[in-house]
């Protein structure tokens, strides 16, 4: 409760995109990165960061895709049987 130089924030690691507490005592955590991805070395961290920016931006895709699929296209909103 004495705390009151740092604020702990809920913050999502760049890399994993587990979201994580920072700044926490004794944890190697970064602004940016966990704990666990904090300790990898820069070049695969910086691999794990590209991928998981391709993951984010597949699933914006697939979001809107799910939405196209169950937005009535034709005017008529029939509610199909089954998925
Ligand atoms: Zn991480």
């Not at 895709?65 to 029939?78: F, V, Y």
């Amino acid at each position: 409760m004495a705390d009151e130089d740092n604020e702990l924030q809920e913050r999502v690691c760049r890399a994993c995109g587990e979201p994580y507490r920072y700044p926490v005592r004794h944890s190697p955590a970064t602004r940016f990165h966990c704990a666990s991805c904090a300790g990898l070395p820069a070049d695969v961290r910086a691999m794990f960061e590209k991928y998981n920016r391709r993951i984010k931006a597949l699933a914006v895709q697939l979001e809107r895709l799910e939405q196209r699929c169950r937005a009535p296209e034709h005017g008529s909103a029939e509610p199909r049987p089954g998925r």
